[in-house]
């Protein structure tokens, strides 16, 4: 599923209409941005085409080239390549060859860069929240701005990422995002409330790419 189409235009509105709701009792800006992944992983596809490829010609030439070495190499470079672009388009095999360190790292690195990007720095109160969401790696990281933290741990609102995370899998996503967004709010209401000059500094569509 791709980014753009991975929350219908009936999701958008809910998801949207949620924020709106927060935002109307919180001084926290709150945003949604969903991305096909944070990264293209091509060591996942060089090390699968590696192993399939290099196990496949093995056994290709074992059982009907009677262990030629000279047909084994082209067979394997050839497969290698055949099963590394094969890959690109199979992304549950392309993520059993990338270590999940690398998957954590890489999300929560493309979502810091997100939030500078995307102005959450800028709100007035120091309160933008991002919800960041990657499909490929099946990752949902949440980070907010030097005054959320001041109140709010980064393992709290990381809980409310991890619920998230697991609907990416069930394919219940928008339903499970509208309520950690309205858990959120909660808090956010109770230590940053609503100013009466409040205004919507940051968009509440759900952002898309990167």
Not at 82 to 100: C, S
Request: hydrophobic share 45%; aromatic share 10%; glycine share 8%.
């Amino acid at each position: 599923m791709k980014a753009e189409n991975f929350f219908s235009t009936q999701d958008q509105a809910q998801i949207a209409e949620a924020v709106r709701q927060v935002e109307l009792r919180t001084a926290g800006e709150v945003v949604v941005q969903v991305v096909d992944g944070s990264d293209t992983y091509p060591e996942g596809r060089i090390l699968a085409g590696m192993v399939l490829g290099g196990l496949t010609a093995l056994a290709v030439t074992d059982f009907w080239l009677a262990d030629n070495l000279w047909l084994f190499v082209p067979l394997a470079l050839g497969l290698t390549a055949f099963f590394g672009w094969l890959v690109g388009w199979l992304p549950t095999l392309h993520r059993f060859f990338v270590h999940p360190v690398r998957l954590e790292g890489q999300v929560a690195e493309q979502a810091l860069v997100s939030f500078y990007e995307r102005g959450l720095y800028k709100t007035r109160g120091a309160t933008g929240v991002l919800f960041f969401i990657s499909l490929f790696e099946h990752k949902v990281r949440v980070l907010a701005d030097k005054g959320i933290y001041e109140e709010i741990s980064h393992e709290t609102l990381q809980e409310y990422a991890d619920e998230v995370a697991r609907s990416v899998k069930a394919g219940n996503t928008a339903e499970v995002l509208c309520r950690e967004i309205e858990r959120i709010g909660e808090i956010l209401a109770h230590h940053f409330p609503v100013a009466a000059d409040d205004t919507n500094e940051l968009a509440n569509e759900v952002r898309v790419g990167r």
